[in-house]
Antibody, heavy 114, light 115 residues
Framework: QVQLVESGGGLVKPGGSLRLSCAAS????????MSWIRQAPGKGLEWVSY????????YYADSVKGRFTISRDNAKNSLYLQMNSLRAEDTAVYYC???????WGQGTLVTVSS | QAVLTQPSSLSASPGASASLTCTLR?????????IYWYQQKPGSPPQYLLR?????????GSGVPSRFSGSKDASANAGILLISGLQSEDEADYYC?????????FGTGTKVTVL
């Protein structure tokens, strides 16, 4: 079955960096565009970034533009999110999702705190 | 003004129907968008329910009961998720989403309580 598994979350100090990964299985990863979405504690959903199936087209939310970088390795069936210059307001559960957000992974928690 | 606005909460009785609205900001025409709907229960990731643009352009999520359906109210510039025959298991947060100006945009979310 289709499965997405995020990893790489944790506690990081403001200004620090973190790299999230999303391992995909159960479908032809290279056929699908992918997205990262986050959810701050007790809050709603916020889209973070999009990458096309080939990786040639990328979009970011204004809140992360210039700080976050999305990428993918179709040979490894993996999606990544490099997060730099992290701020307290980046604290959230980060989800990866396939295509039109179907399905979603279980998420990985990123906490930015000193 | 948010791009997508949803009522913060809605309560209904078991067996009743619940109509969840997703209102697009003035100047953004609902007719041109596919509207996606997701259900999120506490402690779990969101799950895809369906997408709706028109009766000829719609998709039900795999395994999603037919009592979940989508529509639009052009006069209100809103997308609608209708849940018929509410069940206790439908108690959850519901989010709408569109692709707008090279970005995905989520609605503010509606918490549905089944009394």
């Amino acid at each position: 079955q289709v499965q997405l598994v995020e990893s790489g979350g944790g506690l990081v100090k403001p200004g620090g960096s973190l790299r999230l990964s999303c391992a995909a299985s159960g479908f032809t990863f290279s056929d699908y565009y992918m997205s990262w979405i986050r959810q701050a504690p007790g809050k709603g959903l916020e889209w973070v970034s999009y990458i096309s199936s080939s990786g040639s087209t990328i979009y970011y939310a204004d809140s992360v533009k210039g700080r976050f970088t999305i990428s993918r390795d179709n040979a490894k069936n993996s999606l990544y999110l490099q997060m730099n210059s992290l701020r307290a307001e980046d604290t959230a559960v980060y989800y990866c999702a396939r295509g039109g957000m179907n399905p979603w992974g279980q998420g990985t928690l990123v906490t930015v705190s000193s | 003004q948010a791009v997508l606005t949803q009522p913060s909460s809605l309560s209904a009785s078991p067996g009743a129907s619940a109509s969840l609205t997703c209102t697009l900001r003035s100047g953004i025409n609902v007719g041109t968008y596919r509207i996606y709907w997701y259900q999120q229960k506490p402690g779990s990731p969101p799950q895809y329910l369906l997408r709706y643009k028109s009766d000829s352009d719609k998709q039900q999520g795999s395994g999603v009961p037919s009592r979940f359906s989508g529509s639009k109210d052009a006069s209100a510039n809103a997308g609608i998720l209708l849940i018929s025959g509410l069940q206790s298991e439908d108690e959850a947060d519901y989010y709408c989403m569109i692709w707008h100006s090279s970005a995905y945009v989520f609605g503010t979310g509606t918490k549905v309580t089944v009394l």
